[in-house]
């Protein structure tokens, strides 16, 4: 494109002035072939897709023919804005700027119907999956339920479908899967429904075998950018293929990174980077090294870790933000000495310099439950956490079953709530009867829920089963009444007690949990909700600079604003306290001061009894460490434990391979911690008296 055109370009001084460094200029400009940017930890990728979008438009792409495709529902938001910033909210608004399965969502609505689809198919959550899967296996065992949605969820990210997963099957267990997956996707068809996989894989078997459908999708997606590509499955890549047409017109960017693909167990493939140059021969890799995070002492670190992982393509990370403070390893007796010299560490580093916040803190580990002793420790020293990785408290099952009746109220046009709140607890409705039901309401394009008063359904269903779908209608009815005529907290509470008790929804709990003290656990959970909700409708004294009685609002609007709710209840990112994660949660974050723990053989690299440690096992637990050591900004102290608990009891504990694979300075790295804080105290009031603090103007 000629320069003069670039100058009139109104995105033109956006990426002059963006203060790319050459390797990200370098990626920004490249439009004329497939790319691959090697964006290493830290390195500026999120800002190389956003001017790329820039430059794209700029080259005289519409916004809605650029399609830029993330991992999660944050990154996408996040990139979303900063797209916003850089083009203007009218272009930002038409970027096709969406998750995998969002795009998914997007494509099967509007083509959904080329396959089979019915307009308005439902989507179903993992819990919603393991009651289809209990119901076509004849299951009552969750575990056994659970390993089934395991097994078909990997076999459906690996393109391996109901007609062909029994010719995979390993062993009998996978055998019996594979049964149960032909009459888990019966199901699923009966019910209009699909999973979380069949948001990839509906699609990619649309453009497969629609020509039509795949010449609409290629034409509108001109240009296609993959954020963290390293996470990719085989049917994502294949989805990708499809999009972006044979190579000689393929045009995309792709943005990852070998060296933080840690997701192998969940069918993402390291092979979708090696098979990038030799299906797109003019592929063009630009590696980004810089690294914008850390001091060269903690990348020093990190390099010699991974390089003794197997290269794809060659990297090394540097940085200009100085040696900084060695990295240190930290001795423990075991998991509570560990804690407690964790929690000294953020003491001493806050004590010694005001500006450090709890929020610049975390402990990171590969399992959930080192987190239990951490968690303890830190309450005793009221130094306020939360803990990332784990299961939110609105992501539980028992909350989602009362949240899906919760939204049939406020919508009764809302499918996938209707059935959930219609099979949870169990009113003998069978999936006969629903699917039924669903081919009766998409023949004349109505709701499930409006379709079961319908005067014509009789032709479709058998009186019995009208019967009770009448029933079941009349009893959300009933709280849909109740629950707009129900005022305050005071009468919330008993109501949705009440509520509850004519649905038996405890007894659905100790009738579908393995125990009864996991069963109690979730029943707590229920009345907690219960809590919570009740006291949103307001009517309570409160104190906040004063005593006053709250505005009373009704069951049913609180239920109206119950996904806002949520939403606002799982965010934490505004809040000072010490972040607990797991290694694979930490991944795109980064803190000033990280605390890796456990860092033990058995735990990192983990393994399990039942399992040998191939080599691509320790890669990628190699990998997993190199995650860890990169959230660091400006410490970072790796502890490993002398005896360490594994079950009930208490072995010696092994410093992880990992710890040596560093090559750190051993004299500096193990030096007596007093020691240590004794020179960070000198060096902090040296600087305190070098610069007084000025008047204020």
Known sequence: MAATSDSRSPHAASVAASGLNNAQMEAVHHLDSPCLVLAGAGSGKTRVITYKIVRLLQHGLAPKNIAAITFTNKASQEMRERARQLVGAKAAKDLAISTFHSLGVRMLREDGTRLGLKEQFSILDSDDVLGVLKDAGGATDNKLARQWQWTISLWKNTGITSDTAMSVARDA?????????????????????????????????????DAEARAKWQKLFQHVLIDEYQDTNAVQYELLKQLVGEPERARFTAVGDDDQSIYGWRGATID??????????????????????????ILRAANEVIALNPKIFQKKLWSDLGDGEPVQVVQCDGEEHEAERAVARIQALRGNDGRIKFSDFAVLYRANHQSRVFEQKLRAAQIPYKVSGGQSFFDRAEIKDLCAWLRLIVNEDDDPAFLRA?????????????????????????????????????????????????????????????????????????????????????????????????AQTRWGNVLDFVDWVAKRCGGEITEDGGTFESEKKSVLEIAQSISVILSLAERGDEQDVVTLSTLHASKGLEWPHVVLAGVNEGLLPFRSDAEEQSADHIEEERRLMYVGITRARQTLAVSTLRRRKKGRETIAGVPSRFIAEMKLNEAKSQEDPRERLRKLRESIAAKTAASPPTAAT
């Open 272 to 297: 979708n980077l090696k098979r990038l140059p030799a299906e797109y021969p003019t592929l063009k890799v630009i590696p980004l090294e810089q690294n914008y995070r850390s001091t060269s002492a």
């Open 173 to 209: 267990d996978e055998q019996v899967a594979a049964k149960v997956m032909k009459l888990y996707e019966e199901r699923l068809l009966a019910y209009g429904a699909v999973d979380f996989d069949d948001l990839i894989g509906f699609p990619l078997k649309l453009l497969q075998r």
């Open 422 to 518: 219609v099979t949870t607890p169990k009113r003998g409705i069978g999936h006969t009867t629903l699917g039924a039901l669903s081919d009766f309401a998409s023949k004349w394009k109505v709701s499930m829920f409006e379709a079961l008063f319908a005067e014509s359904l009789g032709a479709a269903l058998k009186s019995k089963a009208i019967d009770g779908l009448h029933e079941f209608g009349r009893t959300v009815n009933d709280f849909q009444h109740k629950a707009k005529t129900t005022i305050g907290a005071e009468a919330a509470k008993p109501m949705l007690l009440e509520w509850l008790k004519d649905l038996d929804y405890e007894k659905h709990l100790y009738d579908n949990e393995d125990s009864e003290k996991a």
